[in-house]
């Protein structure tokens, strides 16, 4: 199910994301995957819906956590980023990935994207952006090789995508690959065009989608 259709189906509970001990039944039946969770949030990080699963990140609050109601997480930078990512989403631009390492619990991506259908509920709520979670040790490299398989991408492509999806950038991608950065964003934009996305973020989701065993 789509993260707008839990909104929609899910206003109330959207309106009291702190109760992360008390998920509600609609929200349950609707969070999907439970390793997957869902947070609406204005401008500025405040959250203000926040399905099962991201409720649980909450109360664990090691790598999530809500600092004067907005969200955060342990490390200054990456709050900071977060903060950056969620305030050009909310924006309408593309929004991006950050991943949150723990050392005693699997990292943890969090994909930031823009609002682009009207939730009722909302009314003149501010603009708004969502951020969707996903635990990398359950993104799985059987799924990624599917979706490679589907889409067509070389095996060095298929290396770059497994590489992309753990958040930290071409960059970090092409040095663990040992390419250079011109080659991995050329063979970037080639999976771009055989998988029909725009962006690293829609890629990104695009994985995760896959790694969830759907590929819509």
Known sequence: MSITRQLELDGTAARVPTSVSRPSATNAATAGPAEDGAFLVDGRG???????AARQ???EGERLRLSQAALATPRLPDTQALRRLIAEAAEGDAGGSLLIRRDERPSLLLLVMPLTA??????????CAVVLTKELARVAPLSLAALARH???T????????EIVKGDGVAAAAARLGISYATARCQLVQIYQKTYVRRQTELVRLALQWSAGSSA
């Not at 095996?155 to 497994?162: D, E, I, K, N």
Request: avoid cysteine; glycine fraction near 10%; charge should be negative.
């Open 46 to 52: 405040a959250v203000l819906f926040a399905n099962a």
């Open 57 to 59: 990140l909450l109360a």
């Open 118 to 127: 009207r939730i009722e509920w909302l009314g003149h709520e501010p603009l």
């Open 151 to 153: 889409y067509g991408l």
């Open 155 to 162: 095996p060095a492509q298929g290396a770059l995508l497994h």
